[in-house]
């Protein structure tokens, strides 16, 4: 009961330090709040922690040849990564708050593409899971002895803790959402979008760097 009780505590931290991070997809999840309300950011959040969910697998059990695949190609990802971000940041550059709101029924269908969108731009950071991997080691996350149990409740614990992360950020901005009005929103759509460019641009640079230094 006790080594449950420790896997759970430690699963339920991982989740957290790993969505924790204001990363592309932690910016996109605030600025879906702002624009659409708590629940679309919900959905961001939901996304990218089964994204999470997937490379906390790929560690726990072990799959070397993912692995060794990302170590070979790391770079090629980065840069792929990088593009598919830059993508992401243009299309919240170019959102409209007012066409948001006046959208605010078709809710569903909204949902999950955020959603899908969300999960998607986690799963193209591959890199991730050298995340985990540190994690897992420093925490002694899953010993040699780890049963069935405690694999369950350690992966139960990891998403749990990812999607409290989500829960909280988006339920501090949702109290500041009224705060803004259309222009406002259209500022925040416009800097978020330029940051997730920048960031994108640093990633596509530094992985051309590093291509450079292999030739």
Do not use: H
Request: hydrophobic content about 50%; overall charge positive; some cysteine.
């Amino acid at each position: 009961m006790e080594i449950l009780i420790d896997t759970a505590i430690k699963g339920f931290i991982i989740g957290v330090f790993v969505s924790a991070p204001m990363g592309p997809v932690g910016v996109l999840c605030i600025q879906r709040t702002l624009n659409k309300g708590r629940v679309s950011g919900l959905y961001t959040g939901v996304g990218a922690a089964i994204s999470d969910l997937l490379y906390a697998l790929l560690t726990g059990f072990g799959m070397s040849m993912v692995i060794d695949f990302i170590e070979t190609n790391a770079i090629l990802i980065k840069i792929i990564g990088s593009i598919v971000l830059a993508g992401f940041g243009l299309y919240v550059y170019r959102q409209n708050p007012a066409k948001n709101l006046r959208q605010k029924g078709q809710t569903s269908n909204s949902n999950m593409q955020d959603l899908i969108t969300a999960f998607f731009l986690t799963f193209s950071n591959p890199l991730i899971l050298f995340l985990f991997i540190g994690l897992f080691a420093r925490l002694n996350f899953f010993l040699p002895e780890s049963s069935l149990p405690d694999y369950i409740v350690g992966y139960i614990a990891i998403i749990a803790g990812a999607l409290s992360w989500w829960f909280t950020i988006t339920y501090f901005i949702n109290k500041v959402r009224t705060k803004f009005n259309i222009r406002s929103l259209w500022i925040v759509n416009r800097g978020i979008g330029t940051l997730i460019l920048i960031l994108s641009a640093i990633g596509f640079v530094t992985g051309l760097i590093e291509i450079s230094k292999i030739w």
